[in-house]
């Protein structure tokens, strides 16, 4: 049969796949660094935005799961920024101006990346189930002409033909599988969600006028829509392990 070695191969590689993603499950430590790392980056990213209206952001709280993990990335964030320390300028309308500007660049380039995002999960989500439900149409309507050309009595179909009606629907639930784990959809969603979000905060920045204390509240406005939307992606994204156990 030419196609037989092919199915065998095809059972190997998924074999293999299974085997490679739960030894990447169980790479437990370097994916908590990886964590660690980037809620370190998400507060300095926070902090440098209410730096130069004199104040700083409080490091968010880490999940329960992760909580020994982080514990050094808080205490290493509030050095750093004591290191920096407060800038040495007169908070005049002309500077907590050119703050406000440099926190809505800041927050419309969030708002950019967020929407990239969305967009780019919502592709996938198309891709992978126009895949998933081409091939099993494929082996369905592969499976109807064999049944009716065995009706019919006439030649039975060719044996390549009759093992890709079986291979083809069986590779359906892969794809259809990677949709439902990837949460594509549901996390494009949350993207477009934390992106209106942040454009509510821009329009309130926008209507805070040259005050201090009024342009202060909606910058920490928009640090917490920042911090809040790295902390759930730590959660929903990078907290789970890939495992067969």
Request: hydrophobic letters at 55%; charged letters at 20%.
């Amino acid at each position: 049969a030419p196609l037989r070695p092919v199915g065998f191969a095809l059972q190997f590689a998924s074999l293999i796949a299974v085997i490679a993603f739960s030894a990447r499950g169980r790479w437990a430590r370097s994916q908590r660094r990886f964590i660690a790392y980037r809620a370190l980056a998400e507060y300095l990213r926070n902090a440098r935005l209410l730096l130069p209206l004199g104040a700083a952001v409080c490091p968010p709280g880490a999940a329960v799961h992760q909580a020994q993990a982080a514990d050094w990335t808080a205490w290493y964030g509030q050095r750093a920024v004591r290191a920096v320390g407060l800038p040495s300028l007169r908070l005049d309308p002309a500077a907590t101006a050119d703050a406000a500007a440099f926190i809505r660049a800041q927050a419309a380039d969030q708002v950019a990346y967020l929407l990239g995002r969305a967009a780019r999960y919502d592709a996938i989500a198309k891709r992978l189930q126009r895949i998933g439900v081409a091939l099993f149409s494929c082996g369905v309507g592969a499976a109807a002409i064999r049944t009716a050309a065995m009706l019919a009595g006439g030649a039975p179909t060719p044996l390549w033909f009759d093992e890709t009606a079986l291979i083809l629907p069986a590779l359906a639930p892969v794809f259809l599988g990677l949709l439902g784990f990837g949460e594509y959809g549901r996390l494009a969603t949350r993207y477009r969600a934390v992106a209106a979000e942040l454009r509510v905060q821009l329009a309130s920045l926008d209507a805070a006028g040259l005050g201090r204390a009024a342009v202060l509240r909606a910058a920490r406005r928009i640090a917490d829509v920042m911090l809040a939307e790295g902390a759930d992606w730590q959660l929903l994204i990078k907290a789970r392990t890939i495992s067969v156990l």
